[in-house]
């Protein structure tokens, strides 16, 4: 329950400097990294794909509620949903791509928040936003990904995964 709670004073941290913070810094291309993506890709791959599922549907339905959502709501909700699974279950399977995960997930979160928006009618998806604004948003979520979504995994404080070596015994003699 402790590293639960944690991590869900930790997501909602990063969603308060996400707003107050990131979304205001004036980056290249008018877009920002998704922290609230990025954490919830690192507490998935630290407690696998069912607390990463539901992780991203509290967070995603969380920050739909936060001032610039201007989607339908439950649409952020349903990206996280789906990203807090694949990056779970991918932990699960083959906990040595780890990296390639995290930077897979971070590309697949705004491709699939633009694949919702299209399937619920978002009027602002137009040619120069899957041509310009989406590359740009893909970029920087990769550039942030590595760091916030290890910090995410340490705080969710998930069991450390070792690289399996066989067990050796000794040979035994027949005395």
Do not use: K
């Not at 920050?63 to 709501?73: E, F, I, K, S, T």
């Not at 899957?130 to 979504?149: H, I, K």
Request: charge should be positive.
């Amino acid at each position: 329950m402790g590293r639960d709670a944690l991590a869900a004073g930790f997501l909602l941290l990063v969603m308060v400097v996400q707003v107050a913070v990131v979304n205001r810094l004036p980056l290249p291309g008018d877009v920002a990294p998704d922290l609230v993506l990025l954490t919830v890709i690192g507490y998935a791959q630290a407690r696998g794909a069912a607390a990463g599922t539901v992780m991203g549907f509290f967070a995603g339905l969380l920050n739909d509620m936060l001032p610039p959502a201007a989607h339908v709501m439950g649409q952020y909700a349903l990206v996280l949903c789906l990203v807090g699974f694949a990056a779970g279950r991918m932990a699960e399977v083959h906990p040595e791509a780890r990296i390639i995960t995290t930077l897979t997930c971070a590309v697949a979160g705004p491709v699939l928040a633009a694949a919702a928006g299209a399937l619920f009618g978002d009027a602002r998806l137009g040619e120069d936003v899957l041509t310009v604004t989406l590359p740009r948003e893909a970029v920087y979520d990769v550039v942030a990904a590595l760091p916030v979504a290890g910090l995410a995994r340490r705080v969710a404080g998930g069991p450390r995964m070792r690289a399996s070596r066989p067990v050796r015994y000794p040979a035994r003699s027949r005395l």
